[in-house]
């Protein structure tokens, strides 16, 4: 059974910096791009950026270039969203996603993790 | 980018009734070599991530009811859910895949029961 698993809530001042991780099983990790997804309260989503673990090749949202990074470990499977200064605008759910169809990044997100709710705020 | 709008923003259907939403993309998302339209469907409900129902614009992902269908081509897409149960109130978002990221999503449509 395909499963993304993401960390806990985390709580955070500004100006910190914060790293969430997303954890994939079932599957084979290298061979899928996986995306990164901002949800604001009660807002839509937003497509942060994905990148494909075997090479670590990734690509960014023009809107999200320059404020995050996404990384992953291949070793263990777990791809990363992080942050060096944290704004209180950064408030909002992150979404990790598989992308289908294996090593083609024109495909839509079929297995989503659970969330990782990021609170910012003096 | 491409710029993807939907509408109605919000709406409420009586149960047994038929849901229409619109998504519209600012390019095509029909890609002339394999016929395909670049063109998602995902539901999302209350406290939950989203779901992929439907793909390549009218394709309904594995375990979706057949009361969910998508259509459309080019820059003019529709999801249809034929008979409204009360399970599926929830936000509904179309997403284009299509060519260079970012994969941009529709700011979403809210379906209620009336």
């Known amino acids: 059974e395909v499963q993304l698993v993401q960390s806990g809530a985390e709580v955070k001042k500004p100006g910190e910096s914060l790293k969430i991780s997303c954890k994939g099983s079932?599957?084979?990790?290298?061979?899928?791009?996986i995306g990164w997804v901002r949800q604001m309260p009660g807002k839509g989503l937003e497509w942060m950026g994905i990148?494909?673990?075997?090479?670590?090749?990734?690509r960014y949202s023009p809107s999200f270039q320059g404020q995050v990074t996404i990384s992953a470990d291949k070793s263990i499977s777990t791809a990363y969203l992080q942050w060096s200064s944290l704004k209180a605008s950064d408030t909002a759910m992150y979404y990790c996603?598989?992308?289908?169809?294996?090593?083609?990044?024109?495909?839509?997100?079929?297995?989503w993790g659970q969330g990782t709710l990021v609170t910012v705020s003096s | 980018d491409i710029v993807m709008t939907q509408s109605p923003d919000s709406l409420a259907v009586s149960l047994g009734e038929r849901a229409t939403i619109n998504c519209k993309s600012s390019?095509?998302?029909?890609?002339?070599?394999?016929?395909?339209?670049?063109l998602a469907w995902y539901q999302q409900k209350p406290g939950q991530p989203p779901k992929l129902l439907i793909y390549?614009?009218?394709t309904r992902e594995s375990g979706v009811p057949d009361r969910f269908s998508g259509s459309g081509s080019g820059t003019d897409f529709t999801l249809t859910i034929s008979s409204l149960q009360a399970e599926d109130v929830a936000v509904y978002y179309c997403?284009?895949?299509?060519?260079?990221?970012?994969?941009?999503f529709g700011p979403g449509t809210k379906v209620d029961i009336k």
């Open positions: 996603a598989r992308l289908e169809g294996g090593g083609v990044v024109t495909a839509p997100l079929d297995y």
């Open positions: 079932g599957y084979s990790f290298t061979s899928y791009w």
């Open positions: 990148i494909y673990p075997g090479d670590s090749d990734t």
């Open positions: 390019q095509s998302v029909l890609y002339s070599s394999n016929n395909k339209n670049y």
């Open positions: 390549w614009a009218s």
């Open positions: 997403q284009q895949y299509y060519s260079t990221p970012p994969h941009t």
